[in-house]
């Protein structure tokens, strides 16, 4: 019996340990629209992290939806993604008390910039994990801004944006869209890749918009140094997620 319990004891240990970490998985998409053209089915790959509490509750979560950058990009390789960004730190250990869903481009199926993608890639989401949908956020590191972008013109639902020197493909007046919404930006001063005046300009255009709540203070963070990798100081700790949280 001692030893029996013994056993139990070490599997749950176990069991809990690989909870703490991502898991790959695959999705199959089937009304994915490129150029106005529906394509034929096809697969991506994405990471999924959940909380240690995701398995001893029955509530549903907020949503993270997190988009790589330029340098994670591949077919069918989402461990690749956890070389850098958001996967790479909930991977080296950081927490936080939502599902994160990390799914991978390789730059033509699917695009960043195609709006459908956002739509049934959500409707899969929610479908398959315990999913607030009134409690939604996205981030961007670099070219994966642009996948931001796209889900904020998609008008799907929305609470919080956190963008890390990222590429940005809104108009002014599309900037607009996130009146109302926590918005989060990184940008380190010295980074040779991507302008911190990319981030200056977007913080600048939502202060400019007529409907500009002032009770929804931006939380912009701006690095001496760290070039074009903001998400290292960033991510470092759990402002972020209790930014989005309102603690």
């Known amino acids: 019996m001692k030893n029996l319990i013994l056993i139990l004891l070490t599997v749950s240990g176990l069991f809990a340990q690989v909870r703490k ?7 199959t998409f089937n009304t994915y629209v490129r150029d106005s053209v ?39 390789t ?4 956890r070389k850098s960004f958001l996967p790479y730190k909930l991977d080296q250990g950081l927490k936080c008390e939502f599902v994160v869903i ?6 033509y199926k699917p695009k960043w910039n195609e709006k459908t993608f956002y739509k049934e890639l959500l409707d899969s989401i929610t479908t398959k994990y315990r999913i607030n949908v009134d409690s939604i956020f996205i981030m961007g590191y670099s070219g994966g801004g642009e996948g931001v972008c796209t889900y904020i013109k998609a008008g799907l639902p929305l609470i919080g944006v956190a963008t890390f020197a990222p590429v940005i493909t809104l108009t002014p007046e599309e900037k607009c ?21 990319i981030t200056r300009n977007l ?30 100081k960033g991510l470092a700790s759990d402002t972020l997620f209790n930014y989005f949280l309102g603690k």
């Open 177 to 197: 869209l996130l009146i109302g919404k926590k918005v989060a930006t990184y940008h380190c001063l010295d980074d040779k890749t991507i302008s911190a005046n």
């Open 102 to 107: 990390s799914p991978q481009t390789n730059g």
């Open 78 to 81: 989402p461990d690749k993604l």
């Open 21 to 27: 970490k991502q898991t790959t998985e695959y999705l």
């Open 38 to 76: 529906l394509q034929k089915p096809f697969k991506i790959g994405y990471l999924a992290y959940t909380p240690d509490s995701y398995y001893l509750s029955t509530k549903k979560y907020p949503l993270i939806i997190s988009f790589h950058g330029n340098g994670e990009k591949g077919t069918l």
């Open 203 to 232: 913080i600048k255009h939502i202060n400019n918009c007529e409907q500009r709540d002032i009770d929804a203070p931006l939380l912009n963070t701006f690095y001496a140094t760290g070039g074009h990798a903001p998400w290292k």
